[in-house]
T-cell receptor
């Protein structure tokens, strides 16, 4: 099993550009999450999904959109990137939401 | 709103010494997780604590949970260099969506 994978691993954007981050898991997990991690801080939840076709806002959702069209994939979109969105983005999944989360390797995003 | 506070934020230890990392949280929760993050890497699950009084041990690390005091501890016994990493606690928000609030992390450096 590959576990949780993220694409791309690193990306540089100019202000105003758009992009989509892809998260895929092969563990048949129902729950998936997108976090951002900024230097010296813990993880902050951006959006999450409790099943295929569902999404909900987390702590810091502004400037991001998500979609969960297939159970194994969770996409994070930035419609118009801003320098404040420079961060490391982690995707995670869990089976029933009451267990530990399994994290992907992260995507480093730099917005100039 | 659930707040999670870890201390210390930075910890420099000598090999062979013992120390404890503390995780305090502000509202009732029955589940708490500990993760490890190596520099530039993703988060790896260490412990899942599911009830008051829960104690888990793995090698030189032992985690405990006191839900009445809203406190979890991560105790390090006879530290070795390989334990150098950042340790995060994450407290479940009791929402049935598996949402957790993360502490800011404790960066541990073990010196010879």
């Amino acid at each position: 099993n590959a576990g949780v994978t993220q694409t791309p691993k690193f990306r540089v954007l100019k202000t105003g550009q758009s992009m989509t981050l892809l998260c895929a898991q092969d563990m048949n997990h129902e729950y998936m999450y997108w976090y951002r991690q900024d230097p010296g801080m813990g993880l902050r939840l951006i959006h999450y999904s409790v099943g295929e076709g569902t999404t909900a806002k987390g702590e810091v959702p502004d400037g991001y959109n998500v979609s969960r069209l297939k159970k194994q994939n969770f996409l994070l979109g930035l419609e118009s990137a801003a320098p404040s969105q420079t961060s490391v983005y982690f995707c995670a999944s869990s089976y029933r939401g009451v267990e530990t989360q399994y994290f992907g390797p992260g995507t480093r995003l730099l917005v100039l | 709103e659930l707040k999670v506070e870890q201390n210390p934020l930075f910890l420099s230890m000598q090999e062979g010494k013992n120390y404890t990392i503390y995780c305090n949280y502000s509202t009732t929760s029955d589940r708490l997780y500990w993760y490890r993050q190596d520099p530039g890497k993703s988060l790896e699950s260490l412990f899942v604590l599911l009830s008051n009084g829960a104690v888990k041990q793995e090698g030189r690390l032992m985690a405990s949970l006191d839900t009445k005091a809203r406190l979890s501890t991560l105790h390090i016994t006879a530290a070795v260099h390989d334990l150098s990493a950042t340790y995060f606690c994450a407290v479940d928000q009791n929402t049935n969506a598996g949402k957790s609030t993360f502490g800011d992390g404790t960066t541990l450096t073990v010196k010879p």
